[in-house]
């Protein structure tokens, strides 16, 4: 699934290196670029403008901005990154490597735009989300973020007490089965194929959950456009209001291969993700991850504290690299 691009004002690219380039304008990316730009760090955020829940009407489940369009909360975002002095710009990067390092042997990245145009930065912060992929049902992907859902605490509420029906993907549809039926007492699981012990099934009679073995054949919508239902492969006709599905979860990797980073698989074919240690480290000196990019569960608060914590540790790491390079400039100096 993507999601739909939204087109802001963009700075212009800078021309002299920066100290950080934060590649995605999400939670997570313009979190990390507040923490610098109130460090007095040079950051520059390039943002292609398609952050993942853009088909949501409402973000939900963190405190104070709960119900606020995300669109509303990215705008918010970008005007206090830039209060702050941090500039973002409003494009694609299509390559990303490590350069020579300066004269005084600090690393350097070039980050290159689809549009041709580059940056030379000291440190590299990877935020660019991820990519849902969904079931390839006839007629899903339009509802998707609307009557196709796949978080409980993202849009649980909003469909509580409806008809809701489980599309199993694999083993955590079973997990969803819980969480959704604590929302609605019409819950229906269609196994699409996959397998459902004996110890599943009694646990999900003793909930009035219907199995239907069947295979989803399509969505079916009423007159309005509105999500009516399923229609099996036999034809018969299941009435839902509400489909909710694990996707598969895909780290937004496109124009990153130069930076080298290793990826992590989740069990069962669920997705992958860049891998990363405490504060979003990776294996890439000079290069850290944050948000949807390296976890694939982070929620938006989840995805801004990481990009937080990410900004603030580049920010050490630069106060260190600022410091030997003064004390071996003041070293040569007085010979
Ligand atoms: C339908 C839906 C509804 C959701 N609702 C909620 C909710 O109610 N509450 C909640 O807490 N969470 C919700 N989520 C989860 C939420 O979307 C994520 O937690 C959050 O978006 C992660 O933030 P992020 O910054 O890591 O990534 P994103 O928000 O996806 O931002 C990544 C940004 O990087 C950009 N990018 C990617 N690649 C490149 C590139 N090569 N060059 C330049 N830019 C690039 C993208 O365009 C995007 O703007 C929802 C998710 C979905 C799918």
Not at 22 to 50: E, F, K, Q, Y
Not at 140 to 150: D, N, P, Q, R
Not at 223 to 233: I, K, M, S
Request: charged share 20%; aromatic share 4%; proline share 4%.
């Amino acid at each position: 699934m993507s999601a739909q691009t939204s087109h802001y004002e963009s700075d212009a690219l800078p021309t002299e290196t920066v100290d950080v380039a934060v590649i995605g304008g999400g939670a997570a990316g313009l979190n990390g670029a507040l923490m610098l730009a109130r460090s007095l760090r040079s950051v520059v955020v390039i943002d292609s403008g398609r952050p993942r829940n853009a088909p949501a009407a409402a973000m939900h489940g963190f405190l104070v901005l709960d119900g606020t369009p995300p669109s509303e909360i990215l705008e918010r975002g970008r005007l206090q990154v830039r209060q702050y002095g941090g500039r973002i710009v409003f494009g694609e990067v299509a390559a990303a490597e490590a350069a020579a390092p300066s004269a005084d042997g600090d690393l350097r990245f070039t980050v290159t735009l689809d549009d041709g145009r580059a940056l030379t930065a000291r440190r590299v912060l990877v935020a660019t989300g991820l990519r849902d992929t969904l079931p390839e049902v006839p007629g899903l992907a339009e509802h998707w973020g609307h009557s196709v859902v796949h978080c409980p605490y993202c849009h649980g509420f909003e469909v509580r007490d409806e008809p809701i029906g489980i599309l199993a993907t694999g083993p955590a549809s079973v997990h969803h089965a819980w969480l959704f039926r604590q929302l609605t007492d019409d819950l229906v699981y269609f196994t699409r194929g996959t397998d459902l012990d004996l110890a599943t099934r009694a646990r999900f009679a003793a909930r009035d959950i219907q199995v239907v073995e069947t295979d989803v054949g399509e969505v079916v919508n009423d007159n309005d456009g509105a999500l009516a239902g399923v229609r099996l492969t036999d034809g018969t006709f299941v009435g839902r209001r509400v489909l909710a599905v694990a996707t598969r979860m895909q780290a937004r990797t496109e124009g990153l291969d130069g930076l080298k980073l290793p990826m992590e698989d989740l069990p069962d074919g669920m997705g992958h993700h860049f891998a990363s240690a405490m504060a979003g480290i990776t294996a890439i000196p000079g290069v850290w991850v944050a948000g949807n990019a390296a976890d694939l569960t982070a929620q938006v608060g989840a995805s801004a504290a990481a990009g937080a914590l990410a900004g603030s540790h580049i920010n050490a790491e630069l106060a260190t690299a600022d410091t030997d390079a003064a004390l071996a400039a003041a070293q040569k100096a007085t010979g």
